[in-house]
């Protein structure tokens, strides 16, 4: 059974990290401000999948405190990876595979110049969950992830062996896994969904459900969606054009969902607005392709994020 | 010295008529809400220019009660317009003219069909005004008037003697007035301040000034003024480019401002939404022109509109 360093411990971090180790993976858990909670009170999950509770976890305040593991999964908020190249090699095997579990476009890459591409996978998570409090997390809906591999030039790996094993671990541990064979891809897949949601949930100060369900708002993702996909495809990385309508149904079947961008807002945390609307209006430019409505929400996230400090 | 009915006595019928009536003329007064409170005590005005006080106007509930005028001036919020067809025959004599002092697109033509084309003036305020409280209004910045004739078939009018009129009892009043011989010029030219203003001071819940400040808001509403300066040309109203500058360098050194699009916001108020966004928007669908930023707005609005009842 492999070990696992998992750095964050937050809605994705937390709710991953408790079902490896209760899966029996030897994980360890990087926390700042819960840390005293967590190492007194473990974590508990609220599941839609079935409750459950670690009451003793490994948990640490510093990465110089843990042990080098097999894996490490970044489960940070984007916006503090600058603590990456210092953290990374203290935690992770020489080597051992880094998984990228975070929001937007961009950060394999970063993590990659760090430990090198070989060990760099994106794994992207499909999930509905909130941190309700310290070592409390609440998982609302869907909880699958989908794994690829870095390459540096961007092109498609294939499922590489690197894949199918931390696929097979995620798989034990109860979560549903697809593998992608280009990571671009699924990147951009999840763009679709992230681009208008996150930013509209900030802009319109509304669940999921109420931006579907006002027409004009709706007719907004849409186009939104429908200009990342165009950029996507200028990228080298096309995506099917049913998918928006997916994207757009899978929604209103969803469990009204507050965004981690907006909760962020409201906290007065800052937004990941580089992650998921910088990093890829700069990507779709130097591929020649424009994304003005994404840019727009950018320029109205980039004021709402400098006003709220 | 004519006779002028105001209807609607806040933030600009409340200022330019109290003006009116200072200069002599026979002013009457519509109030809602704020009609015992005016009986009573009059108007207050303070103004960059000088502050004054009417102790005594005439006011009423009712336009039924109102003497038919010389000209009728409508200063009701556009979301009122529907009780003109009901109002307006009351108010104004039967050759009287009547000055649209609205913002937005399109309630010319609206007060033409009540009226007839031939009495009808677009009177556009540049203005930064706001009523404080009953009877109570703060006049900030700016303060001068466009007056332009409206025509049934959007070309330009020339100055007609009903503009030089109008003209002449405002600036009898102290109202610095400029006349323009194209009505569809002159609204675009608001609409190029408007749209981006208005719209982004709801959306970012902001001041002009924040907005200016701001690289990434500063940058939008530049884009957002081509693209109206666009569409205007396309409807036949074509703006000079050195506009858009202009009217970024005037709000660099206005008094920061609170549009009164996101006051109605804050007080829960239906927003001119269609007046300023939607109507515009329709106007260059059908000349051909495409607003994309413009539309991204008004859907922003739109929902922010319907949830904020």
């Known amino acids: 059974m492999k070990s696992y360093a998992i750095i964050g411990t937050g809605a994705i971090g937390g709710y991953y990290g408790a079902r490896l180790a209760a899966a029996g993976f030897d994980v360890h858990f990087l926390a700042r401000n819960d840390y005293r909670y967590i190492r007194d009170n473990g974590l508990v999950i609220e599941s839609k999948d079935g409750n459950f509770t670690l009451p003793r976890v490994n948990v640490y305040s510093s990465a110089a405190d843990m042990p080098a593991c097999d894996v490490a999964a970044i489960t940070l908020k984007a916006t503090a990876n600058h603590i990456l190249p210092e953290i990374l090699p203290a935690v992770v095997k020489k080597d051992g595979a880094v998984l990228v579990m975070q929001n937007g476009f961009g950060y394999e890459e970063q993590v990659a110049k760090i430990v090198g591409p070989e060990r760099v996978l994106g794994v992207l998570c499909f999930i509905c969950s909130n941190k309700t409090g310290p070592g409390h997390i609440m998982h609302l809906d869907f909880g699958h992830v989908t794994v690829a591999q870095f390459t540096k030039d961007d092109t498609p790996s294939g499922i590489t062996p690197l894949i199918k094993e931390v696929a097979a671990d995620f798989t034990r541990a109860g979560i549903t896994v697809h593998t992608a064979p280009d990571l671009g891809t699924a990147r951009w897949k999840k763009l679709v969904w992230n681009i208008p949601y996150s930013g509209l949930s900030v802009v319109l100060s509304a669940l999921t459900d109420a931006i579907n369900k006002n027409p004009q708002s709706r007719e907004l993702v849409v ?87």
């Open 223 to 309: 186009n939104l969606m429908h200009e990342v996909r165009a950029a996507a495809r200028a990228c080298g990385h096309p995506i099917e054009e049913g998918f928006v309508a997916k994207m757009i149904s899978d929604t209103d079947s969803m469990t009204p969902y507050r965004t981690s961008m907006i909760i962020d807002y409201k906290e007065k945390r800052p937004m990941e607005v580089e992650a998921i609307f910088g990093n890829p209006l700069q990507a779709a430019k130097k591929a020649g392709a424009k994304m003005p409505l994404v840019e727009m929400l950018y320029q109205e996230l980039k004021f709402m994020d400098e006003n709220n400090k």
